[in-house]
């Protein structure tokens, strides 16, 4: 069973004056495979606290994958991709590519999101768009491929 | 009404042995949409030359969007992106994606483009292919999400 | 005539474990279209050896173009992007996204290949994944943009 830890990026979300509905979307699409969620936390869009949360995620809860919701758009307090990327050892670029691509069925505005996928120890951490639609339509898109990718970062999947 | 610069980026269209075709058509398309613009400049395929550029038209000039046309190809005076990768504060992946991905259904050296779409400040710049063919249908690739982009980048779209 | 040439990153190939069928489909190919092989290596997975050899490669031997193939998944001894990327000046990224967006015809793991494309003085390093399926299908995807990508690199192609 992968673990895993959901982060929602949201100033307004983070001060109680929003009810966040993505990271409960993404989190009942991993309990639908059988995830396990070690964490869940809002932050604002700040790039530090952002960064903070991703380390704690990956090296101290050793968590398999995690998902980020929120801040990346193109609004001078999305930071999302940002911190992510220099947290990471390594990015993936596909899978953003990926999400994209499959957004770009449902609207055009899927070229807007910033998202990245990216490695750091054994995290995948992928930025998945803010709203809750379009959190499950990116989810959607790439479930199948995790297994497999989990399986080849734990050097099981060659 | 937005505000917008086009900068063409080229050594014989910059010393004039060759007639600008690229510039005029987006500044062509930009018209039909209602944009103004505020600076339209050739420059030579000089990295130092297109920062100034780009620096101007977004910290002085204040422009929403900057497109750029030429420099985006393999050659050794090819250096735009890199130019524009230079003066970013952040990129946007998922429009330069755009671009090749629709470019490809025309022809497949539209991969070879290197563009990207990156902010600076309250800007956004959008590196364009180097043909006005290319260009034109770069450009029909992506209008429909330019008002959303800039709305967003106002702090406006979310 | 182009030159190119071909490494082959892999631990496992590299000890003698395995025999190398990656490389040699490669060589294939390029054979079929009129290619000369400059020189064929196979190296472990670790970033310093691989990167001498894409230094020997561009600085030395003056290849046009170079392929590698392994090491583009996500396991931690997977470096051949970076490795690349660390000797790289330039990056082309629509060539790894066209080789994806192509490879997710056939399989959606192929969104999990960080390959990447770039420029280092006068040659192509083009990152193609590990199995020679994958391989074979990478490169007949990219196979039609070569020569114009080669003649753009010389400044013949505008």
Redesign the interface.
Known sequence: MFKFAVLTVSDRCSKGEYEDKSGPAIMGIIKNINGEILRYDIVADAKELIKEKLVEYCDKLQADLVFTTGGT??????VT??ATVEVAQ?????????I??EG?KKT???????G?SA?RGNT?IINLP?SPKAVKESLIA?L??IP??LD????M??
Do not use: V
């Open positions: 758009g193109l609004g001078p307090r999305d991709p940002d390594k990015t993936i670029p596909g899978i953003s590519e990926l994209r691509s770009l055009k505005n899927s070229a807007l999101s910033r990245i490695i995948i803010g790439i199948d491929i497999h990718a080849m970062l734990k050097g999947g060659h």
